[in-house]
Structures are given as C-alpha cells and as structure tokens.
Nanobody, 116 residues
Framework: QVQLVESGGGLVQRGGSLRLSCAAS????????MGWYRQGPGKQRELVAT???????NYADSVKGRFAVSRDNAWGTVYLQMNSLKAEDTAVYYC??????????WGQGTQVTVSS
C-alpha cells in the first residue's frame, strides 16, 4: 500500500508560480512512476506530467515549457513547479503513484486557482 499527500495548492494571479509537493508513505520502494494529473471544472481528469524512477519525464503539451516535474526517490516525493500560470490551469491537481505490480494510487487532490 502507498499513501499520497499533496500540498502547495492555492490562489495565484495569472502569470504567477506555484510549487506542488506530494509525499508518499508506505511501500515507497515499490513505486515506479509518479506524476500529476488535474481535473478542471466540468472536465475529465487529464495527465499533467509523469516521471519514472529512472528520470524519464512526460509532459502534457499544454504545460510544456511552463511546468517542471521532479522527484526524490529516497523520500518518495514528487514535485511540480508551475510557472507562467494561466486561467486554464485552474483545477484540482492529483498526485499519482504506480507501483511495480501496476497498482495505481491517488492523493486527495489540491486546488489550484489562477485568477485573471
């Protein structure tokens, strides 16, 4: 079992920055891929960025060049640095972890609101 807790969300003006953190606990040694997803108002949950244990990164086209994902394998922590935020980035951001058995775990989500 893996538990995930996000932090760092909040209200920010357009063009501003926020940094999200996600701390894993439990069987962190079994985590292969960690990442971030988001769900905006009236929208389906979508991928933002993922990072494997080996450091391979994947970004959604909509955030390339603005967001940066990183992780600390030793502590089971993943971060999302969000710059040049836009109104359309407003969403609940969820941390995700996939373990070696391919089970997937989710955090409770953290709200990010970008005011225009």
């Amino acid at each position: 079992q893996v538990q995930l807790v996000e932090s760092g969300g909040g209200l920010v003006q357009r063009g501003g920055s926020l940094r999200l953190s996600c701390a894993a606990s439990g069987r962190i040694f079994s985590i292969s891929t960690m990442g971030w997803y988001r769900q905006g108002p009236g929208k389906q949950r979508e991928l933002v960025a993922t990072i494997t244990r080996g450091g391979n990164i994947n970004y959604a086209d909509s955030v390339k060049g603005r967001f940066a994902v990183s992780r600390d394998n030793a502590w089971g922590t993943v971060y999302l640095q969000m710059n040049s935020l836009k109104a359309e980035d407003t969403a609940v951001y969820y941390c995700n972890a996939v373990v070696i058995t391919l089970s997937s775990y989710w955090g409770q989500g953290t709200q990010v609101t970008v005011s225009s």
